[in-house]
């Protein structure tokens, strides 16, 4: 590997534009709204593209910042991307000139750690700078580089930086993860399609995303296979080839919008949305007194009788899929806070995921944090506009909605964080009668 450029060169030299958000609270949300591409299909997707060095093509890509940080990153490395149209994108790797992935885009987006798996599996080698934690927990990925290890990766850690070989070609193996990893399973997936052999993945994650992953690589003539609930198999090929595919849609937008509508006590309709990965979500909906009904491809969600007889309290616990998800816990905290009684939130998955949970406090909910996993929301209380800031994505996503719900006008500082995952949020909840406006930081 030619090794002449120093580690932290210029990436992305454009700087974050840093925004507030300014939304007057009040008013019952009312509409339609499309539902996007699920960024956690997307950026798996685009990093399997690498896999092959013909051209593939995604539909339904989302228009957000990560996506925009991975086409950097992916540039960077030599490979081309193209992007004719809104959502669309065509990815071609016919030669990665320099396998290196750099602080800087880890920094940005944890999901750059996804490209461990197919570069190592396709070139033989990648450096790739350890994500680190961000402001979910320390959010580790000891378990990507195992599963690397167990498919005979050679792998060292120096200076923050995973420098990884496989000498020949990466073995079939049997992993066998010590708790379910999202992004584990996929990377493995991602580095067994083209490893000598055959690898079973157990427990492998169940995620809707994971299964879109699965669906994109069978249709680049990979041997994959989901062979039962937990368990993935694959035996390696030679060689895979381009393909075309259609981003899955966001179950986490999906259910963001639900709880807006509840906490609204709105009624809105949306498009393009899957029912059938919203489970767990759902049943919760049901639980609370959320009305809700699905169609072929619609969602309708209604909360109007809510004016009248207000929202039940429950108890809530995040689990892996098919169990409420934790991206879903953020905003079923907000619908918590207009439901009557004591509700008790475990997020099981991530540490220090319930910290923002202080901001929503600040805006008039009565929260108690007890410890990292467990908090309790007594309700109905009346939320009030606030100045507050965010620092993760789901989280400042519910702070949106705290605010849509909230008498008067709340400034939420750190929205940029937002983009980073929801398409053009701000002109989804204008079209739907919110009163919202998105503003640099400093106006
Ligand atoms: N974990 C380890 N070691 C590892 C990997 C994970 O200890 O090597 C732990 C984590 O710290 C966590 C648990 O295992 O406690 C589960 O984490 P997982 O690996 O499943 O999470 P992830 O793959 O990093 C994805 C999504 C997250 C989503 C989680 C859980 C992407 C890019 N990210 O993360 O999405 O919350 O699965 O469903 O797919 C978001 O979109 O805002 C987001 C955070």
Redesign the pocket.
Same mark, same amino acid.
Not at 179 to 184: D, R, S, W
């Given at each position: 590997m030619a090794d002449a450029r120093p580690f932290h060169w210029e990436f992305n030299p454009e700087p974050v534009r840093r925004e507030v958000l300014r939304i007057e609270g009040g008013r019952r949300l009312e509409g339609t709204v499309s539902i996007s591409g699920a960024?956690?299909a997307a *950026?798996k997707l685009m990093a399997a593209a690498t896999l092959t060095g013909e051209r593939c093509r995604f539909t339904n890509v989302p228009e957000i910042e990560d996506v925009r940080v991975l086409t950097e990153v992916l540039r960077d490395i030599g490979v081309t991307v193209d992007h004719p149209a809104p959502n669309v994108y065509e990815i071609a790797s016919g030669d990665a000139e320099w396998l290196f992935v750099p602080l800087e885009a880890a920094a940005k987006m944890?999901?750059s750690f996804i490209l461990l798996g197919p570069l190592l599996t396709r070139f033989g080698r990648v450096i790739i700078s350890n994500p680190g934690g961000d402001r979910?927990?320390?959010?580790?990925?000891? *378990?990507?580089v195992d599963a690397m290890r167990a498919l005979g990766a050679e792998i060292e850690y120096r200076n923050g930086y995973y420098f990884a070989k496989a000498p020949g070609r990466l073995r079939g193996a049997a992993i066998n993860f010590p708790?379910?990893?999202?992004?584990?399973t996929e990377n493995a997936m991602l580095a067994a399609v083209l490893a000598d052999g055959h690898t079973v993945i157990e427990p492998a994650?169940e995620?809707p995303?994971v299964d879109d992953l699965i669906s994109f690589l069978q249709k680049m003539g990979a041997q994959v296979e989901r062979t039962a609930p937990n368990r993935i198999e694959i035996e390696g090929r030679r060689r895979l080839r381009g393909a075309d595919h259609s981003v899955v849609p966001d179950r986490?937008e999906a259910g963001t919008f639900i709880a807006a509508a509840g906490v609204t006590h709105g009624r809105i309709t949306l498009q393009g949305a899957p029912c059938d990965h919203l489970g767990a979500f759902l049943k919760v909906m049901a639980d609370m007194g959320v009305s809700i009904s699905c169609g072929n491809d619609t969602i309708e969600v209604d909360a109007t009788s809510t004016d009248l007889e207000p929202l039940r309290g429950c108890d809530i616990e995040t689990q892996?899929y098919p169990g409420l998800?934790?991206?879903l816990q953020p905003p079923t905290c907000v619908l918590l806070t207009q439901a009557t009684g004591s509700s008790h939130v475990h997020e099981s998955?991530?540490e220090d995921r319930l910290e923002w949970l202080g901001e929503l406090r600040r805006m008039g909910a009565n929260v108690e944090i007890a410890d990292q996993h467990h908090a309790i929301i007594n309700g109905p209380t009346p939320l009030h506009g606030e100045e507050v800031e965010i620092g993760d994505?789901?989280a400042g996503a519910s702070l949106i909605l705290a605010a849509l719900a909230a008498d008067g006008t709340t400034t939420i500082r750190g929205a940029h964080h937002v983009h980073r995952?929801y398409e053009k949020i701000d002109a989804k909840f204008l079209e739907l009668g919110a009163r919202i406006e998105r503003l640099p930081e400093g106006t």
């Open positions: 960024k956690n *950026l944890r999901a979910i927990g320390r959010r580790p990925v000891n *378990l990507h708790q379910i990893t999202v992004m584990g994650a995620e995303e986490i892996p998800a934790t991206d998955v991530f994505l789901r995952g």
